[in-house]
């Protein structure tokens, strides 16, 4: 199964079951609140969540002006999570400057998410990496030009016309979108800063507030509505040594050995000695809670007991994996290791 098809029709049921949550009235996790909210600001497509057996599977074709909803939402999303983490830097900044030209947030983010298209666009060609510097550039130049918002409609026209070509120019399709901003956010992630000697609430406080949900659901934890209720909770539970002692008790053979490996380097390793010991995490996704990761070094990240991240080592930095600092003295007890100090 190419991995592109199976993340976008992921992408789809995701779409599909977030309408029905919202209209049965079902309890739902903060991050579905939030999509089904999107979905109902976009009432015009509602005929498609509705029918998740027809469109599931369907190719919209721009050459017949079908217009792909999902899409449309995936964008959606896109844009505001990066406004939402400010990534790239200098998002924020611009989306605040966007909205003092009398536009409404919802009119805002199709703009950025049009010049999104435009970037992401080379990328799906294989022409390269997404050019976060340039588009940054570019969203500033549209904050701080009042004609851009003039010209605007005669560059959508001119988009419009240039995506129905298919000899001069690749249609984004959703499927590769999809994909390609999952690994984008997966980069963006593991290049956060962190130190060799991280706390476990400030490595949980730089992870998405999904990927800490996916944790407590891992972890068999209380469902919190807000996220530093959850950081708060699994930094009290992951305190207690019986608890950490069960937490242990249920990693494989192959986990096991490689926090015993961290461990024995005094609680941090380059990533990548790590990787080469016990397999990278190319499998794992973005979506934790839909399709949790499969790998040795996932599988530690879905459990809190490791973390990624970019630590200044020497005179510089490397991607590092670390144990949080106060969890391993009694994670050696749990696994009966001797904790090498650094």
Known sequence: MDITDFLGRAWRNRIFEAWERGNQHLSASPDEEKLIELLKDHQEFAHFWKNPKKYLNYEFDPIFDEVDPFLHILIHEVVDEQITCDEPPGIRAVFGRLTEHNLDTHDVIHRIGFVFLNYISPVLQGLGEFDSEAYIEELQVMASDPNYFEQYEEVQDDFDTRMKDEETFLIPDMDHIMAEFNRMRRKEQDEKDITVNTTLQAALNKCPAMWVEAMGV?????????????????CQYMSDLNNLQEVVGSLSDSEREALIFVLGNGGWVKHGQLARAFGEEKGDGWWWLDKPPTSTIGRLRLSALLFVGR????????????????????LSVALNVKLRKP
């Open 218 to 234: 891992k972890l068999k934890r209380p469902c919190f509505r807000k996220n530093r209720d959850r950081i708060t909770d699994l």
């Open 311 to 330: 630590a200044p080592v020497g005179t510089r930095r490397y991607k590092v994996a670390v144990v949080p600092k106060e969890l391993r003295e009694d």
